[in-house]
Structure formats: structure tokens, C-alpha cells
């Protein structure tokens, strides 16, 4: 049994395998309509969703499955030890879905579970979406031979998972992360990158615009702090800081790499409303491409 929680777990040939089926899902869906077929798969949510409910549910049921979606606060791991609620529950399905602030706690369900468990995003790592990442640049290029991505903004839970994906995949990674969110570091797994030769920081933008194919933006404030009045101090601060790093015309301009966000989106903070629409961003195929590479994940998980 296999959980993905970092995307620190799977080797080359099997991240690559997962990638190559994702698109060979998108592109002939009807032929996989029965292989999860009766599999149950438990999402267990702690933070909002939209692209990860959405692409995990509509993913299981066109694979002839069928989801079970479970508020955290509302359930009882809000009142039990996860230990003793994670073994009942997981004889209830084939497969969990967390999404949750801590990953201590993920790494609890992952050790009581008996099923596979699947990170949905934590503090420290979200590896679905870094998969979606993945998949979208290799659509776009063919290949992994050579290409560059350069990510812009916080570095967050994203970045360790697209850290881990392009060290195993042998991708360039550039990193322009003036701020480093204390609670998503890893230091194991950036002194692995550092000396892997693939993760490099750069401190400017132009730098990272004149080296890249692909240019990828974040949200600056992490999504359950974006409305909270006591954050308001810690989120100007970073407005701030961040605005020169904002991805629009003026720091496109003479370049033209494909435009990366993993959503939700915060026009005219982390990038610009035009950027957005240009005819080089391929944002929206990036969001899709979450359910594609997600049913590829739970048949490899399901060994289906």
C-alpha cells in the first residue's frame, strides 16, 4: 500500500508513468469509465476547496466510482484521536482524500489507515497539485529534457511539491521567493535540492523571465488567513515586499514563457488581469488537468 503526501515518495519511471496515463485519460476518458468502477473514495475536508473537491469528486465518479465528502469539524475527528476514527473510516472506502492544516496530522491518518491516503494540501506539501503542474508542462513541451520552470511568490507548500516533481524529473526549477513561509519549510528536502543541481534561487525577475520557459505565480497569503482581520498586518507586509515580483506586462516584456497559477487568483496583487487572458497562459488547462492526473494517481493507488 502506497500513500502520496510530499511527492517525495514516487521514483522517476512511476511519476512518469502517472503522467504519461493522466494524459492518455484526458485524451480517450471513455476507455477508463469502468476501472474504478465500486471504489469508494472518503474526502475529508479541514480548509475551502474548489479545484481539489471538484476535480477528486467528478474524477471518482468518471471512473465509475463514487465519493464520499466529509467535513472535518463536522465529523468526529474533530473530537477523537485520528488513531482510533482513521481505522474505522478507512474500512468504509478504497481511498482517503485530506485536505488539512497540519501535515503531522496527515502522516497520522497515513499511519492507521488501511487504505492508500492522498494529500489534498497541507502547510507543508501539495503534491496533487504539483502532479496537474507537471503533466501541463510536459503536454506543452513533449518532454522534460531541458525545460525550465521559474516560480515566483511565497515559497509555500506548492514549492516543495514542485521541488520534489522537478528533482525526480530532472527539471530546472528557478526560485524567486523573497518570503518564505516558515510554516511549509523543509530544509531536508531543499538541501537535497540544492545539491541535486536542478533548484536554484535567483533574486531577481528579469533573471528568472530571461532563463525560463514557463513562469509560475502563487497567492501571496495563504488562503485561510486572506479574509482574517488579525492577518491583516502579516498581509500587507507581503503586499508590500511582493508587489515587484508581480507577473505582468512590463515584467514580461521581450519575453514570452507559458503563464503558470495554480488558483484561486488574486488579480493585481501576485499577477496582472491581462496576463491572465493572455495567449500564453495556460492556467485554465493547468486547473483542469487536476482531475485528469488525479484519476491516473487513484488507479495507480488502486493498482487498477
Known amino acids: 500500500m502506497q500513500h502520496l503526501l510530499s511527492l517525495k515518495e514516487l521514483d522517476k519511471a512511476t511519476l512518469l508513468s502517472i503522467i504519461h496515463r493522466g494524459i ?78 497540519k501535515h503531522a496530522d496527515l502522516l497520522e491518518l497515513a499511519t492507521y489507515s488501511q487504505v492508500p491516503v492522498i494529500n489534498g494540501c497541507c502547510e507543508k506539501y501539495h503534491p496533487c497539485q504539483a502532479l496537474a503542474d507537471l503533466m501541463t508542462i510536459y503536454e506543452v513541451k513533449g518532454t522534460f529534457e531541458g525545460v525550465t520552470l521559474a516560480y515566483v511568490g511565497i515559497h509555500n507548500n506548492v514549492v516543495n511539491s514542485l521541488v520534489a516533481g522537478c528533482m525526480t524529473l530532472g527539471v530546472k526549477l528557478l526560485l524567486v521567493t523573497p518570503i518564505i513561509n516558515e510554516a511549509s519549510w523543509d530544509g531536508g528536502l531543499m538541501e537535497e535540492a540544492y545539491q541535486s543541481g536542478y533548484i536554484e534561487n535567483v533574486k531577481t525577475l528579469p533573471e528568472a523571465m530571461e532563463r ?93
Open 24 to 101: 492518455e485519460i484526458k485524451n480517450n476518458p471513455n476507455a477508463y469509465h469502468h476501472h474504478g468502477e465500486r471504489k469508494g473514495l472518503l474526502m475529508l475536508f479541514q480548509k475551502s476547496s474548489t479545484r481539489t473537491a471538484l476535480s477528486f469528486q467528478s474524477g471518482i465518479h468518471q471512473l465509475g466510482g463514487y465519493a464520499v465528502n466529509m467535513d472535518w469539524d463536522a465529523s468526529n475527528f474533530s473530537l477523537s484521536p485520528i488513531k482510533y476514527e482513521v481505522r474505522y473510516a478507512s474500512r468504509n472506502c478504497d481511498v482517503i482524500m485530506a485536505r488539512l492544516k
Open 212 to 304: 525560463t520557459d514557463f513562469i509560475y505565480t502563487d497567492t501571496w497569503i495563504d488562503m485561510e488567513f486572506y479574509n482574517d482581520a488579525n492577518y491583516q498586518e502579516e498581509k500587507n507586509k507581503r503586499i508590500d515586499i511582493m508587489m515587484p515580483y508581480q507577473i505582468n506586462s512590463e515584467s514580461l516584456k521581450g519575453y514570452s514563457p507559458y503563464i503558470m497559477h495554480d488558483m484561486p487568483i488574486h488579480p493585481g496583487f501576485e499577477i496582472a488581469e491581462d496576463v491572465i487572458e493572455s495567449e500564453n497562459a495556460i492556467i485554465y488547462q493547468q486547473a483542469e488537468n487536476r482531475m485528469h492526473v488525479q484519476k491516473s494517481l487513484l488507479l495507480h493507488l488502486l493498482n487498477a
